[in-house]
């Protein structure tokens, strides 16, 4: 089966603008996970997206927002980048409820850059 | 509130010596455990994962993990290293109470296997 897949793999941006990263859960699977993976920080939850609602919420400021559509894929919208936005950006789909075995399935990452 | 702790940023061993990743969770609940690792500018790929059963995980790549309850801990070990082995490896524990839900991550271990 097809992994998680991501988009774009990198990403450029200037402080200010505007990002968007998608993410393609497995086959199946109905939640979607973010975590931002800055240098020096390790993983630091975003959001988590289940049936196209949010479940739950990182420590991170509104202009991270988000959103699951019926196809249970996902976007990460940031706004108003700010230089420390610049890390990697990873998605995580697992299984619905009944067939859920705990585990997280993490796609490629989309490399966010901000200058 | 969930936590995991990772108290070595590093590890160092020789190729074909057993090697000792270490990991303390603090949990609500009954802790579901698991081990990732992350070679560069990759995603996180799963090793395995303590959810109930034996305290002895066996996972993939010939990894292994024991689950200590009164230690609250889950170190990852491998009887014989290989240098392929060298990467960034995290814990991760989420609560008992469901399947679903965020991991709650570690910061990682940086392990390096020498020739």
């Known amino acids: 089966e097809a992994g998680v897949t991501q988009s774009p793999t990198h990403l450029i941006k200037t402080r200010g603008q505007q990002a968007t990263l998608r993410c393609s859960p497995i086959?199946?699977?109905?939640?979607v996970y973010w975590y931002q993976q800055a240098l020096g920080l390790g993983l630091q939850f975003l959001l988590w997206y289940d049936e196209g609602e949010e479940r739950n919420r990182g420590n991170f400021p509104p202009r991270f927002s988000g959103r699951q559509f019926p196809n249970y894929s996902s976007e990460l919208n940031v706004n108003a980048l700010e230089l420390e936005d610049s890390a990697l950006y990873l998605c995580?789909?697992?299984?619905?409820?009944?067939?859920?075995?705990?585990?997280?399935?993490f796609g490629e990452g989309s490399r966010l850059t901000v200058l | 509130a969930q936590s995991v702790a990772q108290p070595e940023d590093q590890v160092n061993v020789a190729e074909g010596n057993p090697l000792t990743v270490k990991c303390t969770y603090s949990v609500s609940g009954n802790p579901y455990l698991f081990w990732y690792v992350q070679y560069p500018n990759r995603g996180l790929q799963f090793l395995l994962k303590y959810i109930t059963g034996d305290n002895l995980v066996k996972g993939s790549y010939g990894f292994e993990a024991e689950f200590n309850k009164s230690q609250t801990s889950f170190h990852l070990k491998k009887p014989s290293a290989l240098v392929s082995d060298s990467a960034l490896y995290f814990c991760a524990v989420r609560d008992g109470g469901s399947t679903l839900g965020r991991l709650y991550f570690g910061r990682g271990t940086q392990l390096t296997v020498w020739p």
């Open positions: 086959s199946g699977h109905t939640s």
């Open positions: 995580a789909s697992s299984r619905p409820g009944r067939q859920n075995t705990g585990e997280l399935f």
